[in-house]
Protein backbone atom coordinates (compact mmCIF):
# COMPACT_ATOMS: atom_id res chain seq x y z
CA UNK A 1 0.00 0.00 0.00
CA UNK A 2 3.12 2.44 0.44
CA UNK A 3 3.70 2.25 -3.26
CA UNK A 4 0.41 3.42 -4.04
CA UNK A 5 0.35 5.97 -1.16
CA UNK A 6 3.27 7.23 -2.87
CA UNK A 7 1.29 7.16 -6.79
CA UNK A 8 -1.97 9.10 -4.93
CA UNK A 9 0.37 11.75 -4.16
CA UNK A 10 2.22 12.36 -7.32
CA UNK A 11 -1.70 12.08 -8.86
CA UNK A 12 -2.61 14.79 -6.47
CA UNK A 13 0.52 17.13 -7.16
CA UNK A 14 -0.79 16.93 -10.66
CA UNK A 15 -4.23 17.76 -9.97
CA UNK A 16 -3.15 20.72 -8.25
CA UNK A 17 -0.96 22.04 -10.94
CA UNK A 18 -3.03 21.62 -13.83
CA UNK A 19 -6.19 23.41 -11.41
CA UNK A 20 -3.48 26.14 -10.67
CA UNK A 21 -2.56 26.56 -14.25
CA UNK A 22 -6.26 26.57 -14.97
CA UNK A 23 -7.06 29.32 -11.97
CA UNK A 24 -4.30 31.77 -13.06
CA UNK A 25 -5.11 31.75 -16.76
CA UNK A 26 -8.95 32.54 -16.37
CA UNK A 27 -8.62 35.92 -16.10
CA UNK A 28 -6.55 36.01 -19.67
CA UNK A 29 -8.57 34.01 -22.06
CA UNK A 30 -5.93 35.44 -24.89
CA UNK A 31 -3.60 33.02 -23.60
CA UNK A 32 -6.16 30.07 -23.47
CA UNK A 33 -3.95 27.96 -25.61
CA UNK A 34 -1.51 27.80 -22.51
CA UNK A 35 -3.97 25.44 -20.72
CA UNK A 36 -3.65 22.86 -23.00
CA UNK A 37 0.01 22.41 -21.42
CA UNK A 38 -1.58 21.75 -18.53
CA UNK A 39 -4.34 19.79 -19.34
CA UNK A 40 -1.15 17.75 -21.74
CA UNK A 41 1.28 17.65 -18.68
CA UNK A 42 -1.18 16.12 -15.90
CA UNK A 43 -2.72 13.68 -18.26
CA UNK A 44 0.55 12.08 -19.44
CA UNK A 45 1.91 12.27 -16.07
CA UNK A 46 -0.59 10.88 -14.78
CA UNK A 47 -0.66 8.05 -17.28
CA UNK A 48 3.04 7.37 -16.92
CA UNK A 49 2.44 6.65 -13.26
CA UNK A 50 -0.56 4.02 -14.26
CA UNK A 51 1.23 2.49 -17.24
CA UNK A 52 4.41 1.98 -14.40
CA UNK A 53 1.48 0.18 -11.90
CA UNK A 54 0.44 -1.55 -14.95
CA UNK A 55 3.55 -2.97 -15.52
CA UNK A 56 5.45 -2.95 -12.03
CA UNK A 57 2.94 -2.89 -9.54
CA UNK A 58 1.17 -6.47 -9.72
CA UNK A 59 4.76 -7.74 -8.94
CA UNK A 60 6.55 -5.24 -6.83
CA UNK A 61 3.33 -3.86 -4.87
CA UNK A 62 0.34 -6.72 -5.45
CA UNK A 63 -1.74 -4.52 -7.21
CA UNK A 64 -4.16 -6.19 -10.01
CA UNK A 65 -5.13 -5.00 -13.12
CA UNK A 66 -8.07 -3.98 -12.01
CA UNK A 67 -6.89 -1.38 -9.14
CA UNK A 68 -5.06 -0.16 -12.54
CA UNK A 69 -8.27 0.33 -14.66
CA UNK A 70 -9.98 1.83 -11.71
CA UNK A 71 -7.32 4.46 -10.97
CA UNK A 72 -7.11 4.97 -15.11
CA UNK A 73 -10.79 5.84 -15.02
CA UNK A 74 -10.43 8.21 -11.88
CA UNK A 75 -7.57 9.99 -13.85
CA UNK A 76 -9.42 10.16 -16.86
CA UNK A 77 -12.49 11.66 -14.67
CA UNK A 78 -10.71 14.16 -12.39
CA UNK A 79 -8.53 15.13 -15.94
CA UNK A 80 -12.14 16.23 -17.50
CA UNK A 81 -13.77 17.48 -14.43
CA UNK A 82 -10.48 20.04 -13.56
CA UNK A 83 -9.39 20.70 -17.40
CA UNK A 84 -12.63 21.09 -18.86
CA UNK A 85 -12.68 22.96 -22.76
CA UNK A 86 -8.97 22.14 -22.78
CA UNK A 87 -8.71 18.12 -23.71
CA UNK A 88 -4.91 17.87 -24.08
CA UNK A 89 -5.61 16.22 -27.59
CA UNK A 90 -3.93 17.60 -30.44
CA UNK A 91 -6.58 15.86 -32.47
CA UNK A 92 -9.74 17.25 -30.55
CA UNK A 93 -8.07 20.83 -31.52
CA UNK A 94 -7.15 20.28 -35.36
CA UNK A 95 -10.85 19.03 -35.08
CA UNK A 96 -11.75 22.53 -33.77
CA UNK A 97 -10.24 24.19 -36.88
CA UNK A 98 -11.87 21.76 -39.65
CA UNK A 99 -15.06 23.06 -37.87
CA UNK A 100 -14.31 26.36 -38.61
CA UNK A 101 -14.05 27.19 -34.52
CA UNK A 102 -10.62 28.12 -33.88
CA UNK A 103 -7.72 30.34 -35.91
CA UNK A 104 -4.92 28.70 -37.49
CA UNK A 105 -2.78 30.50 -35.28
CA UNK A 106 -4.74 29.25 -32.01
CA UNK A 107 -4.81 25.78 -33.55
CA UNK A 108 -0.37 25.79 -34.00
CA UNK A 109 0.07 27.37 -30.42
CA UNK A 110 -2.62 24.97 -29.02
CA UNK A 111 -0.80 21.35 -30.39
CA UNK A 112 2.94 23.07 -29.42
CA UNK A 113 1.37 23.31 -26.49
CA UNK A 114 0.37 20.02 -25.87
CA UNK A 115 3.39 18.32 -27.54
CA UNK A 116 5.79 20.64 -24.94
CA UNK A 117 3.44 19.43 -21.86
CA UNK A 118 3.78 15.96 -22.71
CA UNK A 119 7.80 16.13 -22.70
CA UNK A 120 8.23 17.94 -19.84
CA UNK A 121 6.02 15.49 -17.68
CA UNK A 122 8.30 12.83 -19.34
CA UNK A 123 11.11 14.85 -17.71
CA UNK A 124 8.95 15.28 -14.37
CA UNK A 125 7.94 11.66 -13.97
CA UNK A 126 11.69 10.57 -14.27
CA UNK A 127 12.65 12.68 -11.64
CA UNK A 128 9.84 11.53 -9.19
CA UNK A 129 11.05 7.79 -10.36
CA UNK A 130 14.68 8.68 -10.05
CA UNK A 131 13.56 9.28 -5.78
CA UNK A 132 12.86 6.07 -5.54
CA UNK A 133 10.20 6.59 -2.68
CA UNK A 134 9.03 2.56 -3.15
CA UNK A 135 10.53 -0.53 -4.28
CA UNK A 136 8.05 -0.20 -7.48
CA UNK A 137 9.56 3.26 -8.17
CA UNK A 138 12.79 1.47 -7.75
CA UNK A 139 12.08 -1.06 -10.36
CA UNK A 140 10.79 1.31 -12.54
CA UNK A 141 13.90 3.81 -12.22
CA UNK A 142 16.41 0.82 -13.39
CA UNK A 143 14.14 -0.29 -16.09
CA UNK A 144 13.64 3.67 -17.17
CA UNK A 145 15.47 3.29 -20.20
CA UNK A 146 14.31 0.44 -21.40
CA UNK A 147 10.58 0.88 -21.51
CA UNK A 148 7.96 -1.63 -23.18
CA UNK A 149 6.90 -0.26 -26.25
CA UNK A 150 2.64 0.17 -26.58
CA UNK A 151 2.81 -1.15 -29.74
CA UNK A 152 2.23 -4.64 -29.98
CA UNK A 153 1.65 -5.62 -33.59
CA UNK A 154 2.58 -4.71 -36.92
CA UNK A 155 2.14 -1.47 -38.54
CA UNK A 156 -0.77 -2.03 -40.69
CA UNK A 157 -2.55 -3.42 -37.30
CA UNK A 158 -1.48 -0.99 -35.31
CA UNK A 159 -2.95 2.27 -37.89
CA UNK A 160 -6.22 0.99 -37.97
CA UNK A 161 -6.18 0.05 -34.46
CA UNK A 162 -5.76 3.52 -33.84
CA UNK A 163 -7.91 4.71 -36.70
CA UNK A 164 -11.24 2.61 -35.95
CA UNK A 165 -10.39 3.75 -31.94
CA UNK A 166 -10.44 7.53 -33.05
CA UNK A 167 -13.39 7.32 -35.36
CA UNK A 168 -15.31 5.62 -32.16
CA UNK A 169 -13.78 7.61 -29.96
CA UNK A 170 -14.77 11.37 -31.84
CA UNK A 171 -18.14 9.84 -32.89
CA UNK A 172 -19.09 9.93 -29.73
CA UNK A 173 -17.30 13.09 -28.69
CA UNK A 174 -19.30 14.63 -31.28
CA UNK A 175 -22.90 13.45 -29.90
CA UNK A 176 -21.32 14.32 -26.51
CA UNK A 177 -20.40 17.99 -26.96
CA UNK A 178 -23.33 19.72 -26.56
CA UNK A 179 -24.96 17.50 -23.56
CA UNK A 180 -23.84 18.38 -19.88
CA UNK A 181 -20.74 18.15 -18.39
CA UNK A 182 -22.39 15.63 -15.64
CA UNK A 183 -23.06 13.14 -18.68
CA UNK A 184 -20.36 13.88 -21.34
CA UNK A 185 -16.93 13.70 -18.84
CA UNK A 186 -18.25 10.24 -17.25
CA UNK A 187 -19.43 8.75 -20.46
CA UNK A 188 -15.89 10.21 -22.52
CA UNK A 189 -13.56 8.62 -19.32
CA UNK A 190 -15.87 5.31 -19.64
CA UNK A 191 -14.87 4.96 -23.35
CA UNK A 192 -11.33 5.64 -23.12
CA UNK A 193 -10.79 3.23 -20.03
CA UNK A 194 -12.47 0.71 -22.32
CA UNK A 195 -10.85 1.36 -25.26
CA UNK A 196 -7.29 1.31 -23.65
CA UNK A 197 -8.05 -1.95 -22.10
CA UNK A 198 -9.55 -3.58 -24.96
CA UNK A 199 -6.69 -2.74 -27.30
CA UNK A 200 -3.58 -3.13 -24.81
CA UNK A 201 -2.67 -6.32 -26.54
CA UNK A 202 -2.14 -3.65 -29.88
CA UNK A 203 -1.66 -0.07 -29.27
CA UNK A 204 -3.59 0.90 -26.29
CA UNK A 205 -5.62 2.99 -28.20
CA UNK A 206 -4.69 6.44 -26.94
CA UNK A 207 -6.25 7.94 -30.13
CA UNK A 208 -4.29 10.88 -28.80
CA UNK A 209 -0.84 12.22 -30.56
CA UNK A 210 0.72 13.84 -27.74
CA UNK A 211 -0.18 11.32 -25.07
CA UNK A 212 1.21 8.69 -27.71
CA UNK A 213 4.72 10.70 -27.99
CA UNK A 214 4.51 10.66 -24.26
CA UNK A 215 4.18 6.78 -23.57
CA UNK A 216 5.80 5.30 -25.71
CA UNK A 217 7.75 7.38 -28.85
CA UNK A 218 10.77 7.01 -26.65
CA UNK A 219 10.91 3.23 -26.55
CA UNK A 220 12.62 0.76 -28.32
CA UNK A 221 11.24 -1.59 -31.37
CA UNK A 222 9.91 0.50 -33.85
CA UNK A 223 11.74 4.10 -35.31
CA UNK A 224 10.07 7.64 -34.69
CA UNK A 225 8.25 7.63 -38.38
CA UNK A 226 6.77 4.24 -37.69
CA UNK A 227 5.17 5.27 -34.35
CA UNK A 228 4.20 8.28 -36.26
CA UNK A 229 2.19 6.71 -38.59
CA UNK A 230 0.57 4.61 -36.27
CA UNK A 231 -0.44 6.83 -33.66
CA UNK A 232 -0.23 10.35 -35.64
CA UNK A 233 -1.48 9.21 -38.78
CA UNK A 234 -3.74 6.35 -38.10
CA UNK A 235 -5.94 8.46 -35.34
CA UNK A 236 -6.10 11.85 -37.10
CA UNK A 237 -7.25 9.85 -39.98
CA UNK A 238 -9.97 8.25 -37.72
CA UNK A 239 -10.83 12.07 -36.52
CA UNK A 240 -11.48 13.28 -40.04
CA UNK A 241 -13.65 10.61 -40.90
CA UNK A 242 -15.54 11.16 -37.44
CA UNK A 243 -15.99 14.21 -38.74
CA UNK A 244 -16.77 13.35 -42.10
CA UNK A 245 -19.72 10.92 -41.06
CA UNK A 246 -21.19 13.27 -38.02
CA UNK A 247 -21.40 15.87 -40.29
CA UNK A 248 -21.07 15.03 -43.70
CA UNK A 249 -18.48 17.63 -44.98
CA UNK A 250 -15.62 18.83 -43.55
CA UNK A 251 -16.40 22.59 -43.02
CA UNK A 252 -12.93 24.33 -43.66
CA UNK A 253 -12.49 22.24 -46.97
CA UNK A 254 -16.16 21.70 -48.39
CA UNK A 255 -18.73 23.74 -47.77
CA UNK A 256 -21.17 21.41 -49.25
CA UNK A 257 -22.80 18.60 -48.24
CA UNK A 258 -21.21 15.18 -49.28
CA UNK A 259 -22.96 12.96 -47.69
CA UNK A 260 -26.48 14.08 -46.60
CA UNK A 261 -29.28 15.70 -48.74
CA UNK A 262 -30.75 18.21 -46.80
CA UNK A 263 -34.10 19.01 -47.58
CA UNK A 264 -35.11 22.89 -47.49
CA UNK A 265 -38.79 23.28 -46.27
CA UNK A 266 -40.44 26.62 -47.30
CA UNK A 267 -43.73 27.05 -47.89
CA UNK A 268 -45.50 27.87 -51.10
CA UNK A 269 -47.25 31.53 -51.05
CA UNK A 270 -51.14 30.64 -51.32
CA UNK A 271 -52.51 32.80 -54.56
CA UNK A 272 -56.17 33.48 -54.45
CA UNK A 273 -57.90 31.12 -54.84
CA UNK A 274 -60.32 33.06 -57.71
CA UNK A 275 -60.94 36.62 -59.00
CA UNK A 276 -63.64 38.05 -56.61
CA UNK A 277 -66.71 38.51 -58.53
CA UNK A 278 -67.59 42.14 -59.08
CA UNK A 279 -70.52 43.92 -58.05
Partial sequence: MSGLNASLGYFLACVIFAASVRALLKKWPRFSFTLE???SFMLVACWLEVQTILE????????????????????????GVICGGASGNPNLAVLKFLQLEATTLHTLLAVAAQFIGAHLAILAAV?????????????????ARECSTSLMTSLLQGFFTECVSALIFHLVHLSLRR?????????????????????????SAYVNPSLAYGLTFYCPGFT?????VVYWLGSITG?????????????????????????????????????????
Avoid: C
Fill in 239 to 279: MILALLLYMGHIPRIFAKNLLYLQKTRFRVPKGDKGEKKKV
Fill in 179 to 203: RSALIRVPLIAVLLTFLSHTARGYT
Fill in 127 to 143: YYWSLELTDMHMIKNLM
Fill in 56 to 79: VGEWAGGLGPDVTLTILFVVLLTH
Fill in 224 to 228: LTEYA
Fill in 37 to 39: FAS
